[in-house]
Every structure is written in structure tokens, then in C-alpha cells.
């Protein structure tokens, strides 16, 4: 059990491969990760405490402004209000694409995965050409009569909420759909003939034991909304900045480099506490246990 | 609630399938299917896959809804009635326990849909699990129990709530063989305890024979025969029941005359007179037909009261309590045998040429050829 559990390099003829080979087969990846993740993240800590001189002088300018302050909990509940605005578009999509048969699932599945193969950037500018003063959703309501004045949408928080669940909805999805397929469609029908309602079936049994790919989907749509650049920067307005724009300013134009660090190092202070806390209070593999 | 109602509750419901049919598309899964189950009875459908058996039990279960045809549990008609509201208790294939509760909350489960509260579908719970000897495991996970023990935790909850009908689909294949003969004395058990009914689908025929009051043979969504376990085996109805239950050997034959006795010729020649009580189907002279005889009702040696039979041995098994001789007639049918007691046999070897004497009253004729 222990021997299958463990997992291991095979050869084509079924020898196992050496200690050595698959440490050759791994380098590739795990020299990428330290290269373009540890080392830079760790250089970034360093430069944050000791530039100009040894200090937490950086982190000090980061907590006691409240500007800088704002600009982090607007971050933090925008990237919040995200995750939230995902998981109640994205889970009755899930759920239908689990249910789907046929040509009706193939289709929902490239509706949603077909997003991801253009760019950030082409997503954000379609939203920017809608949310225009005369843009499609200005000019369909002044049509309709329901505002004589275009309403201001573009360079606003509503945007770049509106445009970023768009763009992170795809995450979002994936991990819920995939923890509904792995429930057993027997799970169902047992809950059903103990004598279920389909509205109980779906609380008592199906809920919980999709709220796996819940909390995967929140993490991945959470952590990524937090450092998202593109869309704050093209849809949000320059007064209600968000920490990304913050810090491409500090390096870009401030040429701050050491505050740029701090900053840095309290979101990841941030996103690390998060982490632990998500994978204390749930017990995915207790969840997971038995679906076989 | 006065108590003959009480005690009514929990009996067994009496079950009728008419004319049950379910078509997906082009193909029936079931095709014509009628079987009266009595309260309490116990019985099993068996079949092929792909022979309709778990369709009728989906359907009996409300998972499915027969394309024609109607179900009734007593009197009533429940052929469109959703699954939660048929009070049937059910055990599946794969446990289906749900792994994110408790073994008791398991267990609770259809108590707390049936609104009872907490202390008391707990004190329900632990008692059925102490009904399938699993008493204390109440506060484990499911993936804490082995596959046997999780199997008893489903049955505990499909009869917490006292239904009259108990489905069970292929319950016991995912257990090993041991296990698998322990849940089946439960399974009677809890049956005769409770008097609950019960339809049992398996493709395993001893399981079936060994547990069941009476069997449904089911091929291509149709009933081959359906009745006790010695009927089956003793007289199958047709050719289908008869090499499906048990092992038989087949001879191709041409029935000569049929009268008070009917007599055949086997492919060597042979002519044998069989009483008319050995043709199963209707057969007339001139057709061909099938001789069908179970191996261990052939006895070794040329004996009186039945025909004789010389057979080349190509094979000579020891299975345990029987020897099994395998071995060819003259024109190259294959025969099987199965002896008992079988220690003064060690002087056959394969090609030797053996006597088996047929008795008359183990011979059955089938209409038709095989193959």
C-alpha cells in the first residue's frame, strides 16, 4: 500500500529509474521555480530590511500611511468581493457542466475554458470598450430609457471588479467541476432513496463534498486577484489604486526599490497567513476520504 | 398508530411489476417484464450483464422511469413516484457510504430526513448498527472500515428506517470470497429477522441460488425463467436457464417419434427411448433437439436404469470433494463428469476410454440446437 502510494519514475519495461535520473527528470522544474519564484521573492525580503541600512524603516512607511494602508485593504477586498462574486457564478456553471451529457457539456466546457486562450489583455480591452461613455451598455440603457445620463462605469472599482471576475471566473469553475465529477452519481441516488429531496441531496451530500474544489477555486482566484495588474491598471481609476499599480509605481517611476520590497513582503505576509489558516480549519483529506 | 399497523410496518410490502418496459433509443434494456414478488419474499434477478436486471431495479427504485409498464409496492402504483418518497431501503454496489460523515451520522441520515430529531435517530442509528454487529463504531469514518464492515454500515442505514422493501444491487462484488459468504448468512438474517422483501440483483448464480426464495433468469431485458432454486437447476425451462445455471453438457440429437415414450438418435448413431417426461419443450419427430445432462448425475461404469456412454478422458481434475473427468464421446462432444468420493479413480489416465451410464431421469430434451 505504502510501496504504490509512493511515487516513483518508471522505464518503459516497467525497471523503476534511479535516484539519480529522476532527480535529472525534476531539476528542470524545480530549478524554474527557484530561480524565477524563491530567489527573486527572497531578494525582494532582503532589499526590503536592509536598503539603504539594516532596517524595518520600509515597513514602517508601509503601515503608518494610511494611504498605503488603504491601497492594501482595497486590494484585499476587492481580490474578497472577486473570490465571492466567482464562487456564485461559478459554481451553477460547475454543477451544470457535471451534469451535462453530450454535445450540451462540450459546448458549456468551451465557453469556458475558450477565455483562457486570449489574452488578459484582449479581455480587459473588450470590458473597456463596453463600460465607454458610449459604449454597448451606456447607449442599450439610454435606448431603453432607463438613464437620460450615461452613467460613469469606466475608471471605476465596479470595473475592475465586474472585468476581473470575467477574467478569474475560469478558475474558478475548473476546480468546483472537477470536485463534482469525482462524486459518484450512486451518492445521489443513495440520498435520494434514504429519503432526500433533491434540495437535501444537494446541502447534505453534494455541497460538502464539493467544497474542495470550493476552496481550491477561492485560493487560486483569491491569490491571483490579489496581484492582478493589467485590469486595475486599464479599468480602475487612478484614485482608488490597488497594490500591484502601487508597486509598478514605486519601481517604475519612484524608483523606490526597498518600499516596492515591503510592500511586497505585507501581502505576502498576508497571503501566507491566509494559507495556513485555510488548511488548518479544513480538513480536505478527511473530506476526500473515501470515493472510492 | 394501533399496533397491527405497527407491526404490518415492519413486514414486508408485496410488489408488482407489469408489463415493464424501458427502451433507451433503439435498444430495450427491458422488454416485457412481469414478476409478482409476495410479502417477505426474498428474490433474486440474475442475469448476463446488459440483461436488464439492474434497469428493473432502478426503475422499482425510481431512478428510472420504465418507458411502459407499471410498478406497484402493495397497492399502491409508485411507477412515477420520486425515489425519496417510495420508503425503500437500498444498499448499493460500492458502499455508498457518505465519506464526510460520521458512521452513525451515516446512519441517521434518512432519520434526520424524515425529521426526527437529533438524540433520537442517534439512539436509532446505534441500534441498527448493533443489529449488523457494529456496535461502538459509530464515531469512525467510512474510509476507517474495511470493505465488509462498510457494507454492514449500509445495510444499517437502508433498514434504520424500517422499509417494507429492501433493494440490493450486486451488493456484495467488491467483497472477497470470505467476506462475501459472512454477508450473505447476514443478509438471510436480517431477512428472516425482519421479514422485510427483498429483490437481490446479481450475475453470481450461487449467490443467487444459495440466498434466494426464487429466482428471475433474465437475458436481453427478458425473463428466461423464474422460480425456486430446485426448479431451476433440477428442470431449467429452456436452453438459455439450462447452460446458464450451474454446468450441463449439451448433445446435438434428431428426434426419431414421439409418443409415450419420445426416442432420439445421438450423432454416433445411437437410438434412445426417453420417457416423455424428459421433453421439457414440446419436440417432433424429425427435428433436432438437445439432450442436456448435469455432470454429476453421471455415474461411472455401465450400469442399469439408464443409458451408457463411452467417453475418451482427456482430462482428470481433482476438484476436492468431486473428480472432475473430462473427456470426449464419439463424435467429439464434450462431456464432463463430476464424481464424488472419487479415491478408487486414480487408475484413469487421460485416454483412457471410460463408461458413464446416463440415468433416464436426469436426461432433459430441449427443442432447437445450441449454437
Same mark, same amino acid.
Given at each position: 500500500?505504502?510501496?504504490?502510494?509512493?511515487?516513483?519514475?518508471?522505464?518503459?519495461?516497467?525497471?523503476?529509474?534511479?535516484?539519480?535520473?529522476?532527480?535529472?527528470?525534476?531539476?528542470?522544474?524545480?530549478?524554474?521555480?527557484?530561480?524565477?519564484?524563491?530567489?527573486?521573492?527572497?531578494?525582494?525580503?532582503?532589499?526590503?530590511?536592509?536598503?539603504?541600512?539594516?532596517?524595518?524603516?520600509?515597513?514602517?512607511?508601509?503601515?503608518?500611511?494610511?494611504?498605503?494602508?488603504?491601497?492594501?485593504?482595497?486590494?484585499?477586498?476587492?481580490?474578497?468581493?472577486?473570490?465571492?462574486?466567482?464562487?456564485?457564478?461559478?459554481?451553477?456553471?460547475?454543477?451544470?457542466?457535471?451534469?451535462?451529457?453530450?454535445?450540451?457539456?462540450?459546448?458549456?466546457?468551451?465557453? +469556458? &475554458? /475558450? =477565455? $483562457?486562450?486570449?489574452?488578459?489583455? !484582449?479581455?480587459?480591452?473588450?470590458?473597456? %470598450? *463596453?463600460?465607454?461613455?458610449?459604449?454597448?451598455?451606456?447607449?442599450?440603457?439610454?435606448?431603453?430609457?432607463?438613464?437620460?445620463?450615461?452613467?460613469?462605469?469606466?475608471?471605476?472599482?465596479?470595473?475592475?471588479?465586474?472585468?476581473?471576475?470575467?477574467?478569474?471566473?475560469?478558475?474558478?469553475?475548473?476546480?468546483?467541476?472537477?470536485?463534482?465529477?469525482?462524486?459518484?452519481?450512486?451518492?445521489?441516488?443513495?440520498?435520494?432513496?434514504?429519503?432526500?429531496?433533491?434540495?437535501?441531496?444537494?446541502?447534505? +451530500? &453534494? /455541497? =460538502? $463534498?464539493?467544497?474542495?474544489?470550493? !476552496?481550491?477555486?477561492?485560493?487560486?482566484? %483569491? *491569490?491571483?486577484?490579489?496581484?492582478?495588474?493589467?485590469?486595475?491598471?486599464?479599468?480602475?481609476?487612478?484614485?482608488?489604486?490597488?497594490?500591484?499599480?502601487?508597486?509598478?509605481?514605486?519601481?517604475?517611476?519612484?524608483?523606490?526599490?526597498?518600499?516596492?520590497?515591503?510592500?511586497?513582503?505585507?501581502?505576502?505576509?498576508?497571503?501566507?497567513?491566509?494559507?495556513?489558516?485555510?488548511?488548518?480549519?479544513?480538513?480536505?483529506?478527511?473530506?476526500?476520504?473515501?470515493?472510492? | 398508530?394501533?399496533?397491527?399497523?405497527?407491526?404490518?410496518?415492519?413486514?414486508?410490502?408485496?410488489?408488482?411489476?407489469?408489463?415493464?418496459?424501458?427502451?433507451?433509443?433503439?435498444?430495450?434494456?427491458?422488454?416485457?417484464?412481469?414478476?409478482?414478488?409476495?410479502?417477505?419474499?426474498?428474490?433474486?434477478?440474475?442475469?448476463?450483464?446488459?440483461?436488464?436486471?439492474?434497469?428493473?431495479?432502478?426503475?422499482?427504485?425510481?431512478?428510472?422511469?420504465?418507458?411502459?409498464?407499471?410498478?406497484?409496492?402493495?397497492?399502491?402504483?409508485?411507477?412515477?413516484?420520486?425515489?425519496?418518497?417510495?420508503?425503500?431501503?437500498?444498499?448499493?454496489?460500492?458502499?455508498?457510504?457518505?465519506?464526510?460523515?460520521?458512521?452513525?451520522?451515516?446512519?441517521?441520515?434518512?432519520?434526520?430526513?424524515?425529521?426526527?430529531?437529533?438524540?433520537?435517530?442517534?439512539?436509532?442509528?446505534?441500534?441498527?448498527?448493533?443489529?449488523?454487529?457494529?456496535?461502538?463504531?459509530?464515531?469512525?469514518?467510512?474510509?476507517?472500515?474495511?470493505?465488509?464492515?462498510?457494507?454492514?454500515?449500509?445495510?444499517?442505514?437502508?433498514?434504520?428506517?424500517?422499509?417494507?422493501?429492501?433493494?440490493?444491487?450486486?451488493?456484495?462484488?467488491?467483497?472477497?470470497?470470505?467476506?462475501?459468504?459472512?454477508?450473505?448468512?447476514?443478509?438471510?438474517?436480517?431477512?428472516?429477522?425482519?421479514?422485510?422483501?427483498?429483490?437481490?440483483?446479481?450475475?453470481?448464480?450461487?449467490?443467487?441460488?444459495?440466498?434466494?426464495?426464487?429466482?428471475?433468469?433474465?437475458?436481453?431485458?427478458?425473463?428466461?425463467?423464474?422460480?425456486?432454486?430446485?426448479?431451476?437447476?433440477?428442470?431449467?425451462?429452456?436452453?438459455?436457464?439450462?447452460?446458464?445455471?450451474?454446468?450441463?453438457?449439451?448433445?446435438?440429437?434428431?428426434?426419431?417419434?414421439?409418443?409415450?415414450?419420445?426416442?432420439?438418435?445421438?450423432?454416433?448413431?445411437?437410438?434412445?427411448?426417453?420417457?416423455?417426461?424428459?421433453?421439457?419443450?414440446?419436440?417432433?419427430?424429425?427435428?433436432?433437439?438437445?439432450?442436456?445432462?448435469?455432470?454429476?448425475?453421471?455415474?461411472?461404469?455401465?450400469?442399469?436404469?439408464?443409458?451408457?456412454?463411452?467417453?475418451?478422458?482427456?482430462?482428470?481434475?481433482?476438484?476436492?470433494?468431486?473428480?472432475?473427468?473430462?473427456?470426449?464421446?464419439?463424435?467429439?462432444?464434450?462431456?464432463?463428469?463430476?464424481?464424488?468420493?472419487?479415491?478408487?479413480?486414480?487408475?484413469?489416465?487421460?485416454?483412457?476410454?471410460?463408461?458413464?451410464?446416463?440415468?433416464?431421469?436426469?436426461?432433459?430434451?430441449?427443442?432447437?440446437?445450441?449454437?
Amino acid at each position: 500500500m505504502t510501496e504504490a502510494r509512493r511515487s516513483h519514475f518508471w522505464h518503459s519495461d516497467g525497471r523503476r529509474l534511479s535516484g539519480l535520473s529522476t532527480l535529472l527528470l525534476l531539476l528542470p522544474f524545480f530549478a524554474i521555480i527557484a530561480f524565477v519564484f524563491v530567489y527573486p521573492i527572497l531578494q525582494l525580503l532582503v532589499i526590503s530590511i536592509l536598503e539603504p541600512h539594516p532596517t524595518l524603516e520600509n515597513y514602517a512607511r508601509v503601515v503608518e500611511n494610511p494611504v498605503h494602508m488603504r491601497v492594501l485593504m482595497r486590494t484585499l477586498w476587492t481580490a474578497t468581493l472577486v473570490t465571492a462574486l466567482s464562487v456564485v457564478l461559478g459554481f451553477p456553471v460547475a454543477y451544470y457542466m457535471s451534469r451535462a451529457k453530450g454535445t450540451v457539456a462540450a459546448l458549456v466546457a468551451v465557453c +469556458v &475554458i /475558450l =477565455p $483562457l486562450w486570449s489574452s488578459v489583455l !484582449v479581455r480587459t480591452a473588450a470590458w473597456s %470598450f *463596453l463600460f465607454q461613455r458610449n459604449g454597448l451598455i451606456n447607449s442599450a440603457l439610454m435606448a431603453l430609457g432607463l438613464t437620460s445620463q450615461p452613467f460613469k462605469l469606466l475608471y471605476t472599482q465596479s470595473a475592475v471588479v465586474i472585468a476581473m471576475t470575467h477574467v478569474l471566473l475560469p478558475f474558478m469553475i475548473l476546480p468546483i467541476y472537477g470536485a463534482l465529477r469525482s462524486i459518484p452519481d450512486d451518492y445521489g441516488r443513495a440520498a435520494a432513496v434514504l429519503g432526500a429531496t433533491r434540495l437535501r441531496t444537494f446541502l447534505e +451530500v &453534494i /455541497l =460538502p $463534498l464539493s467544497l474542495p474544489g470550493v !476552496v481550491s477555486g477561492s485560493l487560486l482566484v %483569491f *491569490l491571483t486577484a490579489l496581484g492582478f495588474f493589467i485590469t486595475p491598471a486599464l479599468l480602475g481609476s487612478p484614485q482608488e489604486m490597488m497594490i500591484s499599480t502601487l508597486v509598478s509605481k514605486q519601481i517604475r517611476e519612484v524608483l523606490d526599490w526597498p518600499f516596492a520590497a515591503a510592500l511586497v513582503g505585507v501581502l505576502t505576509v498576508f497571503v501566507t497567513l491566509l494559507a495556513i489558516i485555510f488548511s488548518k480549519t479544513l480538513r480536505f483529506d478527511r473530506l476526500m476520504g473515501n470515493a472510492s | 398508530m394501533n399496533i397491527a399497523s405497527a407491526t404490518q410496518s415492519a413486514s414486508g410490502a408485496s410488489i408488482r411489476i407489469s408489463r415493464l418496459e424501458k427502451r433507451f433509443g433503439a435498444v430495450s434494456a427491458v422488454d416485457g417484464v412481469d414478476i409478482d414478488i409476495a410479502a417477505g419474499e426474498f428474490i433474486a434477478l440474475l442475469g448476463p450483464s446488459g440483461s436488464g436486471k439492474t434497469t428493473i431495479l432502478m426503475s422499482v427504485a425510481g431512478f428510472e422511469f420504465p418507458t411502459s409498464g407499471s410498478i406497484h409496492v402493495d397497492s399502491e402504483d409508485v411507477t412515477y413516484v420520486p425515489s425519496n418518497r417510495r420508503n425503500l431501503g437500498m444498499v448499493f454496489q460500492n458502499y455508498t457510504l457518505f465519506p464526510h460523515m460520521s458512521i452513525l451520522d451515516n446512519v441517521a441520515f434518512p432519520l434526520k430526513m424524515r425529521g426526527l430529531r437529533a438524540a433520537e435517530r442517534h439512539a436509532r442509528a446505534e441500534a441498527a448498527l448493533a443489529t449488523v454487529r457494529l456496535a461502538g463504531y459509530g464515531h469512525r469514518r467510512p474510509n476507517e472500515l474495511s470493505g465488509g464492515q462498510q457494507q454492514r454500515v449500509a445495510l444499517a442505514r437502508a433498514i434504520v428506517y424500517q422499509p417494507r422493501v429492501l433493494l440490493m444491487d450486486e451488493p456484495l462484488s467488491a467483497l472477497d470470497k470470505n467476506l462475501r459468504e459472512d454477508m450473505q448468512l447476514e443478509i438471510k438474517r436480517l431477512h428472516a429477522e425482519l421479514g422485510i422483501t427483498v429483490i437481490f440483483v446479481t450475475h453470481d448464480q450461487s449467490e443467487a441460488l444459495t440466498m434466494a426464495d426464487r429466482i428471475a433468469v433474465l437475458k436481453d431485458g427478458k425473463i428466461q425463467q423464474i422460480g425456486p432454486a430446485r426448479q431451476l437447476y433440477e428442470r431449467p425451462t429452456n436452453l438459455f436457464t439450462a447452460g446458464f445455471i450451474g454446468e450441463m453438457n449439451f448433445v446435438g440429437v434428431t428426434v426419431e417419434s414421439v409418443g409415450d415414450n419420445v426416442s432420439v438418435t445421438l450423432p454416433w448413431g445411437e437410438t434412445w427411448r426417453l420417457p416423455a417426461t424428459a421433453a421439457v419443450e414440446p419436440v417432433a419427430a424429425g427435428e433436432a433437439a438437445v439432450l442436456a445432462v448435469r455432470p454429476e448425475r453421471l455415474q461411472l461404469g455401465a450400469g442399469s436404469g439408464g443409458q451408457v456412454i463411452t467417453v475418451t478422458l482427456s482430462d482428470i481434475v481433482y476438484a476436492g470433494a468431486a473428480l472432475l473427468l473430462i473427456g470426449r464421446l464419439p463424435d467429439g462432444t464434450e462431456m464432463r463428469a463430476r464424481i464424488p468420493g472419487a479415491s478408487q479413480l486414480c487408475a484413469l489416465a487421460p485416454g483412457d476410454v471410460a463408461s458413464f451410464t446416463v440415468p433416464v431421469e436426469a436426461m432433459l430434451l430441449y427443442r432447437g440446437s445450441r449454437r
